[in-house]
């Protein structure tokens, strides 16, 4: 006759000796969660940043204070702010005339290239934090998000600029730095729109 119960020494009222299976848990801060699809996005456009702030950007001739020609070769903080103070007198072979607008103008939509890339690598440095966030503050998305923007789009008026100035003969050479960033650009941007769901909703923003 068989028993419905499990007997003493059957071995059916002890628990599994080497206790029950353990389950995934992620590493948390209080509003915080630190799991795999938020990390990877955060290291990524990070290490983007950090390459295309390393990498040199630009290579342009000019005249320098002494008159003498230099080679002026950055990356990307040194060449936004060599951008933003050149005059057409230090080109080499510059005579002032009619083309002085127009060097002038593709000087100033090239400048918008490395000085979109420079805001928005410092604005996406400070925000990016935000993603590990668990209901993200809108006051911390919208800078994140809008930073994307600037990283990915640069180029459009870095090249419009490039064409310009070599339209009207200046010698200028765009190199590889401005990719990385904005990859990073890229990067965010599908970062903030997938963590969008995660905005706080206590207001209408």
């Given at each position: 006759m068989s028993h419905p119960y499990p007997t003493p020494?059957?071995?059916e009222d002890r628990p599994p000796l080497l206790g029950s299976a353990p389950?995934?848990?992620?590493?948390?801060?209080?509003g915080f969660s630190f799991t795999r699809?938020?990390?990877?996005?955060?290291?990524?456009?990070?290490?983007?940043i950090v390459l295309g702030?390393?990498?040199?950007y630009l290579a342009m001739p000019y005249i320098n204070y002494a008159a003498e020609l230099a080679q002026e070769n950055a990356s990307l903080f040194p060449a936004a702010t060599f951008i933003r103070g050149v005059d057409p007198l230090w080109l080499p072979g510059y005579q002032p005339g009619p083309a002085t607008a127009t060097i002038?103008?593709?000087l100033t939509m090239f400048n918008l290239g490395p000085s979109f890339q420079q805001i928005g690598v410092v604005v996406a440095v400070l925000f990016c934090w935000?993603?590990?966030q668990d209901e993200i503050n809108k006051f911390f998305w919208w800078p994140?998000?809008?930073?994307?923007?600037?990283?990915?789009?640069?180029?459009?008026?870095?090249?419009?600029g490039l064409h310009q100035l070599h339209s009207a003969d200046v010698d200028i050479t765009v190199r590889i730095g401005w990719l990385p960033v904005a990859l990073a650009?890229?990067?965010?941007l599908v970062a903030t729109f997938r963590a969008r769901s995660r905005i706080d909703t206590y207001a209408s923003i």
């Open positions: 020494g059957s071995g389950t995934r848990r992620t590493s948390r801060v209080t699809s938020r990390i990877v996005p955060v290291v990524g456009l990070l290490a983007l702030s390393l990498l040199p002038q103008l593709a935000a993603l590990f994140l998000h809008l930073s994307g923007w600037l990283l990915a789009l640069a180029p459009v008026p870095l090249f419009v650009g890229v990067l965010i």
